[in-house]
C-alpha cells in the first residue's frame, strides 16, 4: 500500500509532463462557451461529438487535447480543468520540493550548529526557532510574501508572474524548516555524546571532519523523512494561501488554486461536482502519497522505530 | 518546583518579549501601510495627523508606547475596523474562537488516542493499516475542503445543520469537526509512537506475569508514559486550536479571532497584527508552562532531570 504512493506519485509526474507540451498551450485557452452547463463525459467519443457541434478541430492536436479534456469537464470560464490540472499539480509539486530543500538547507545548517557548538550558541540558535515558532505561522507566511514581492519584482525585471512564484516559493520555504532544526539538533546532541565521535576527536580528527565524516551520514536518515513530510505541508500551505487569494496568481494554475476555485464554485452553485471532485481528488491523492512515502521512510530511518517491526510485547 | 516554574516564566516573558520585537520590526518594515488600502485613500493630513496622535511616526516611540499599553492590556485602536479598538476586537471574538477551539481539542482526544492505542496493540494488522489510512486522509485533505463537504452534506443536502453562523448549539458540531480532524491525525500518531515505546518494557512484562487482564496493563500501566509525547504536542496544538482557524470561521460564518490574523496583515494593521501576535505568542507560552507541569506529574522522575 505504502509503495501505492510511490507509484501513484510517479505515474501523475510522468503524465502531467508528458501533457505539458499541451496544457501550456490550453490550460488558460476557454474552449466551450457554456462550459459549466456540460458536466464531464467519461466517454471520449461523446464529448468528441460535443466538440463537433461547439466548433471545427483546426489541427490534429488539438483534437486530440480535446478528446482528452472533456474527460474533467470545464471550469466557469470554459477551460479544460483537465489542461489546468496537469501543469497545477507539477507546480505545487515544485512549491513543495523547493519548501523541503529549504528545509534541509537552512534547518540541517542551524540544526547541526547549534547541536556541536552547544553553550551559548546552541542557546542563541534555539531560541530564535523558539520565538519563530511563537509566531503565528500564516502571519509569517503573509507577511514575508508583502516584504519580499517588490524588491523580488524588480529584481526580475518585472516578470510578475516569475517573481510571484518565486515570492511564493520563499515564502513557504522560509518557515518551513523549523522543524527541521530541532530534530537534528537532537539528533547531533545524542550522536554526540556517542564514543565514535570520542574516538575520532582522540585520533585528531578536526571538528569540520567530525561533521561533515561521523555526524552526516548519521543525520541522513531523519533529513530525508523530515523533508519528505515537509513536502505535502508546503502543498498544503499553498493550498490555503490559494484559498485566501494569496497563492499563484490567476490564471496560474495550482491544484490548491483550483481546489479552492472548486469550492468557491460549488457554494454558489451547487451541482458542479467536477470542478471539486478532480482537483481535490488529485489534490487528496498527492498529499496521501506524499505522506504514506514519509511515513514508510520514517519507519524505515528512524532509529527509534527500528524496522522490519520491532519485537513488541513479552517475546524478547 | 516552584523555582522551575519561576524560571518557566521568566524565559516565557523573554520568549514573548522577542517575538513582540520580531513582530514589530516585521510590521514596520512591511511595505505598504493601513491609511492607504487602496479604495478610499486618506487626505495625506489626516494620515500625518493620525500617525502623530498613536506616535506612529516614531517607531521608537510607536515600540515603547505599545509594548506599555500592551503590559497594561490596551492594545489601542485598530484602523481594520473603524471605531474599535484592538481590546473590543479581540473580547468580543476570542471567547468564540476558545469554545470552538477547546471542543476540537476534546474532540480530537476522544477518538484520536482510542485510535492509536488501537493500532499499536494491533500493529500490522488490518486495524494499524485502516487506522493508517485514516489518519493520513486526516492529513492530507485540507480544511476548506471538509469544511465545505461537511456543509453541503449536513447543512445542504441532510439539512440536520445550519449553513453557518454563531449562536446556538446546533451551529457547534461541524466546525468543531472540521478543525479537530487533523488534530487526530497527529494525536493518534504520537499516540502510537508512545505506545509501541512503552510495549516493549519490562514493567509490563511484570504487569503481565502477575496475570492482570490486557485492559488494565493497557490503560492502567501503559497509557501513562505512552501520553507523554500527545502531551508535549498538546501545548502548541491547544495554543493554535484556541486561537481560531481562518478558514473554518470564513466558512462556517464563525466570529472567531482567527480571521483577524489574516485581515489585520492583509490590511497592514499594526495594532491588530501585534495584539492577536501577543495574544498567540502568551497562550502557546501558557500552555507550554502547563504542558510542562503535567509533564513532572505523569513522569516524576522528570523533576529530578532538571
Not at chain 2, 492594545?75 to 471542543?103: D, K, R
Amino acid at each position: 500500500m505504502r509503495k501505492a504512493g510511490a507509484i501513484f506519485l510517479l505515474a501523475l509526474v510522468v503524465v502531467s509532463v508528458a501533457t505539458l507540451p499541451w496544457s501550456l498551450q490550453w490550460y488558460n485557452v476557454q474552449e466551450l462557451d457554456t462550459a459549466i452547463r456540460h458536466p464531464p463525459s467519461l466517454a471520449p467519443a461523446v464529448a468528441m461529438a460535443r466538440f463537433r457541434q461547439t466548433s471545427e478541430p483546426s489541427s490534429v492536436s488539438s483534437k486530440l487535447a480535446y478528446a482528452a479534456t472533456s474527460w474533467f469537464g470545464h471550469d466557469d470560464l470554459g477551460r479544460s480543468v483537465f489542461y489546468r490540472l496537469m501543469p497545477g499539480f507539477l507546480l505545487s509539486l515544485l512549491v513543495g520540493l523547493s519548501a523541503a530543500l529549504m528545509a534541509v538547507g537552512i534547518g540541517v545548517t542551524w540544526g547541526a550548529v547549534a547541536g556541536l557548538a552547544g553553550g551559548r550558541v546552541d542557546m542563541a540558535l534555539m531560541r530564535i526557532v523558539d520565538v519563530l515558532y511563537g509566531l503565528p505561522y500564516i502571519l509569517m507566511v503573509i507577511l514575508l510574501k508583502f516584504a519580499i514581492t517588490r524588491p523580488l519584482t524588480a529584481w526580475f525585471g518585472g516578470h510578475t508572474r516569475i517573481a510571484d512564484l518565486v515570492v511564493l516559493l520563499l515564502a513557504i520555504g522560509g518557515v518551513s524548516w523549523l522543524t527541521m532544526a530541532r530534530v537534528i539538533r537532537g539528533q547531533v546532541l545524542s550522536l554526540k555524546s556517542q564514543a565514535f565521535v570520542d574516538a575520532a576527536r582522540a585520533a585528531g580528527a578536526r571538528p569540520t571532519r567530525i561533521l561533515l565524516r561521523h555526524l552526516l551520514p548519521n543525520l541522513v536518515g531523519p533529513t530525508i523523512v523530515y523533508a519528505t513530510l515537509a513536502v505535502p505541508q508546503a502543498i498544503l500551505q499553498e493550498s490555503f494561501l490559494s484559498f485566501l487569494g494569496l497563492g499563484v496568481q490567476a490564471p496560474t494554475p495550482s491544484l490548491g488554486r483550483l481546489a479552492a476555485d472548486g469550492v468557491y464554485a460549488i457554494n454558489t452553485f451547487v451541482g458542479y461536482w467536477w470542478l471539486i471532485a478532480f482537483p481535490c481528488g488529485t489534490l487528496v491523492l498527492t498529499l496521501l502519497a506524499l505522506n504514506l512515502i514519509g511515513d514508510w521512510l520514517r519507519d524505515r530511518f528512524d532509529p527509534k522505530t527500528p524496522y522490519p517491526s520491532p519485537v513488541v510485547g513479552r517475546g524478547k | 518546583m516552584i523555582t522551575r516554574l519561576l524560571r518557566r516564566l521568566i524565559t516565557g516573558a523573554a520568549t514573548i518579549a522577542c517575538v513582540y520585537t520580531l513582530t514589530f520590526v516585521m510590521v514596520v518594515s512591511i511595505p505598504g501601510n493601513p491609511f492607504q488600502t487602496g479604495e478610499r485613500n486618506m487626505p495625506p493630513e489626516a494620515e500625518q495627523a493620525l500617525r502623530a496622535r498613536y506616535h506612529m511616526d516614531n517607531n521608537w516611540l510607536y515600540f515603547w508606547e505599545f509594548l506599555l499599553g500592551a503590559i497594561r492590556l490596551d492594545f489601542g485602536p485598530t484602523f481594520t475596523y473603524n471605531e474599535w479598538t484592538c481590546n473590543q476586537v479581540i473580547a468580543a471574538s476570542l471567547p468564540v474562537s476558545v469554545i470552538v477551539g477547546s471542543l476540537a481539542i476534546a474532540t480530537a482526544l476522544l477518538l484520536g488516542i482510542p485510535l492509536g492505542v488501537l493500532s499499536a496493540i494491533r500493529k500490522g494488522k488490518l486495524t494499524d493499516h485502516l487506522g493508517l489510512i485514516l489518519v493520513v486522509l486526516c492529513i492530507s485533505i485540507p480544511t476548506f475542503v471538509t469544511g465545505s463537504l461537511l456543509l453541503i452534506l449536513f447543512g445542504v443536502y441532510l439539512e440536520l445543520a445550519p449553513i453557518g453562523g454563531w449562536g446556538t448549539l446546533s451551529h457547534l458540531p461541524l466546525p468543531v469537526i472540521t478543525l479537530s480532524l487533523p488534530f487526530v491525525a497527529y494525536i493518534a500518531r504520537l499516540t502510537r509512537m508512545g505506545m509501541l515505546d512503552t510495549l516493549g518494557s519490562e514493567f509490563l512484562r511484570t504487569a503481565y506475569a502477575k496475570g492482570l487482564p490486557q485492559r488494565m496493563v493497557i490503560w492502567k500501566h501503559a497509557f501513562k508514559p505512552a501520553f507523554l509525547p500527545v502531551l508535549s504536542y498538546l501545548g502548541p496544538a491547544t495554543a493554535q486550536a484556541v486561537t481560531g482557524s481562518f478558514v473554518v470561521e470564513k466558512l462556517f460564518g464563525i466570529p472567531g479571532i482567527g480571521q483577524h490574523f489574516v485581515n489585520a496583515a492583509l490590511n497592514r494593521d499594526p495594532g491588530l497584527m501585534m495584539s492577536t501576535v501577543l495574544v498567540f505568542a502568551t497562550l502557546l507560552v501558557a500552555f507550554n508552562i502547563v504542558v510542562d507541569l503535567l509533564y513532572s506529574w505523569v513522569d516524576p522522575r522528570i523533576i529530578e532531570a532538571v
